[in-house]
């Protein structure tokens, strides 16, 4: 068996005296979709956060290809939507991600990061005019333009209709298919589909073989 991407063991984290994750331990496999899934307040996105490198855990540790991504960014490329996703009006595709390849050292070709997540052809399409789903999509088109091979996605399909939900869905399986390793957050089952593995979070814990019957990829 290969060696983990993203190693979580025995991570807590505490706010002011409260625990919002504890005792948390798994792994993602490389070119895995993990869903992490529970209702609000659970600490998903607490532990999206210390898994990807945004927070630093009060207690255990997270490895990123063997790395503490906290500590040691420097050789990740790890990419992140977190769930309000970006508004940039008055740009055009095309604008908004060459403007974030301007931030990005070796950054994507625009139309590359566009193509991966079906958009190709939308450069021209103001920013306004994209779909809530097309926008959705954008917001990961940016999370790769780092050549990212790691996403930490926060509901990455909120507020979607089922149809479009799903496209997302299917969206992530083609990246997950050319090895990018994906661990995911969301409140809806359905959501969940899309993984090959589910963690059920319950008041800041994993439920023991929490992998639920529910339908998943082939539903
Ligand atoms: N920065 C913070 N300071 C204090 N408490 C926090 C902070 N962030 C989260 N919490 C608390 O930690 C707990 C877990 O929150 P978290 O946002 O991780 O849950 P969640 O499962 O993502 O919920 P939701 O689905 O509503 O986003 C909650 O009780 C929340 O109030």
């Known amino acids: 068996m290969g ?21 948390v331990s798994f792994g993602v496999a490389e070119g895995e979709v993990c869903a992490l899934l529970g209702p609000p307040g659970a600490g998903k996105t607490t532990l999206l956060e210390i898994a990807s490198g945004m927070r630093r855990p ?32 008055g740009l055009t595709v095309a604008e908004v991600v060459d403007t974030w390849r301007r931030w990005t050292l070796d950054p994507l070709p625009g139309d590359e990061a566009l193509r991966l997540v079906g958009l190709g052809g ?13 926008q959705r999509l954008l917001d990961l088109a940016l999370a790769l333009v780092g050549r990212s091979d790691v996403l930490f996605l926060d509901e990455p399909s909120a507020g979607l209709d089922v ?7 299917s969206v992530l399986r083609g990246l997950a298919e050319d090895g990018v390793t994906i661990l995911l ?21 994993l439920v023991p ?8 990829r082939a539903a």
């Open 3 to 23: 060696v983990n991407v993203i190693e979580v063991s025995g991570a807590g984290v505490c706010f002011g005296g409260r625990d919002a994750v504890r005792d």
């Open 58 to 89: 009060t207690s255990g540790r997270v490895r990123v290809r063997g790395a503490d991504p906290y500590e040691d960014r420097a050789g990740l490329r790890t990419g992140a939507v977190w769930r309000e996703g970006g508004l940039f009006p």
């Open 122 to 134: 939308c450069e021209g399409v103001p920013f306004e005019r994209l779909t809530p789903c097309a």
């Open 163 to 169: 149809a479009s939900s799903r496209h997302v869905g």
């Open 185 to 205: 957050a969301t409140r809806d089952p359905y959501e969940a589909w899309c993984a090959d593995r589910v963690g059920i979070l319950d008041r800041g814990r």
């Open 209 to 216: 073989g929490g992998d639920p019957a529910w339908p998943r």
